[in-house]
């Protein structure tokens, strides 16, 4: 019962699992300090989340754990609540931006060119600037937030190649 509510607070983000005189009350019935059952609460947490993210099933998650050394009665406790309630972990995330909070929704890009004189093209600054809007998915009236970065020659190639690694990525798991 305590991992389902933990489960139920990780597809919910934002909520904690139990109150502060549940906390409490769990403490005194569990014989252990009130910070316990936070690190109870976190560390389940924790196992669930990764669990969704790896995508792997209730038997997987308890050989898993008993694998990293937990006690095998205690991994299936958790195999078992992952089993039962983990498809509504992983639909809820589906529907998120994966924690982050802010979206892209447009891009613009300048070029500028500062000359240290009309007669040299060695004196000259060649950089980009690229603007990126980001809005808020939970606030969608809100205008977005613009982002300005500078890029040399050498800095824009560079990003450019990581955002190659993380498209190429991305394809592969597509």
């Keep these: 019962m305590i991992f389902e509510r933990i489960l139920s607070a990780v597809g919910d983000k934002g909520t904690d699992p139990f ?16 910070g316990g059952i936070t690190t ?14 790896h995508g792997v099933n209730g038997e997987a ?11 095998e009665d205690r991994a299936a406790v958790l195999g078992t ?59 969608p009236d809100k205008p977005s937030k613009p982002i300005l970065t500078e890029f040399s020659h050498d800095e824009l190639y560079d990003f450019f190649q990581k955002l190659e690694t993380i498209q190429e990525q991305l394809d592969e798991l597509a």
């Design 19 to 34: 109150s502060t005189d549940e906390v409490e009350k769990l403490a005194g019935m569990l014989g252990c300090a009130a």
């Design 40 to 53: 109870l609460c976190e560390g389940g947490s924790y196992v669930f989340e990764r669990a969704a993210y």
């Design 61 to 71: 998650l308890t050989e898993h754990l008993v694998t990293v050394g937990m006690l």
């Design 81 to 139: 609540v992952w089993q039962d309630g983990g498809k509504q972990v992983v639909d809820a995330f589906r529907g998120t931006s994966n924690g982050a909070a802010r979206v892209l929704n447009s891009t613009n890009w300048s070029v500028h060119v500062n000359v240290a004189s009309n007669a040299t093209a060695a004196g000259r600054d060649v950089y980009g600037v690229v603007e990126l809007g980001l809005s808020d998915p939970a606030n």
